[in-house]
């Protein structure tokens, strides 16, 4: 889910921060900055809400305005525990907030994959292994 600076952000924190009784622990497997830039990939434990402890996955990009020192735009992508969780915590109402949507919202549907066309552009071709 992405957005852009309108409150989303601020909306999205206050809804996920109070973990509900979700013992949540995460450890960062890779960080990288630039400029206005944080990309974080984490593996993140919590317990379900039928008490199972559990370990997700997700990655968040993060762009900051210079000036205002403000989140300026957001992407977060996570696997289906970590997405089951943040679900539960974001409620049903988050998908209708200005800036929020989902990947399927404005992906492309991909008839082929790209290395096939790539690889035609330059004479070659791409054969599956025998």
């Known amino acids: 889910m992405g957005g852009r600076r309108n409150g989303c952000e601020r909306e999205t924190y206050r809804r996920i921060l109070p973990n509900r009784g979700r013992d949540v622990a995460?450890?960062?497997?890779?960080?990288a900055v630039a400029d206005n830039t944080l990309l974080r990939e984490a593996f993140m434990s919590f317990n379900t809400l039928e008490g199972e402890r559990v370990t997700g996955l997700y990655l968040v990009v993060m762009a900051f305005d210079p000036d205002l020192k403000l989140i300026s735009?957001?992407?977060?992508?996570?696997?289906?525990?970590?997405?089951?969780?943040?679900?539960?915590?974001?409620?049903?109402d988050f998908g209708d907030l200005p800036g929020v949507s989902r990947i399927s919202a404005s992906a492309p549907m991909i008839e082929k994959h790209d290395a096939y066309r790539v690889a035609a552009s330059?004479?070659?071709t791409i054969s599956p292994p025998k």
Not at 26 to 31: L, M, Q, S, T
Not at 73 to 92: A, T
């Open 73 to 92: 735009g957001e992407r977060m992508y996570m696997d289906p525990n970590f997405g089951k969780m943040m679900s539960e915590q974001l409620g049903p």
């Open 26 to 31: 995460a450890e960062k497997r890779v960080h």
């Open 122 to 124: 330059r004479g070659l």
